[in-house]
């Protein structure tokens, strides 16, 4: 699948001077899509991706930015 279909889209990326951007991690560059085929999954998706990651330690916090994307 593709942008074309698959139009709605989530980027994430790490607010600036996070310690995972340094170059021996992720690197200041990185970041991620995920794409979608309605609003309404993006949407969904968005949401469950704002909540507290199962996984991490209690008081441990996600430090990356979600931004939706709608198409042009």
Do not use: C
Request: charged letters at 30%; zero cysteines.
């Amino acid at each position: 699948m593709n942008k074309a279909s698959k139009p709605y889209g989530i980027s994430v990326s790490l607010p600036e001077n996070d310690p995972m951007s340094a170059a021996h991690l992720l690197g200041d560059e990185w970041m991620g899509m995920r794409w979608f085929e309605t609003p309404q999954q993006r949407d969904t998706a968005y949401e469950e991706m704002l909540d507290h990651p199962r996984y991490y330690r209690i008081g441990d916090a996600p430090s990356v930015l979600l931004k939706k994307i709608d198409p042009d």
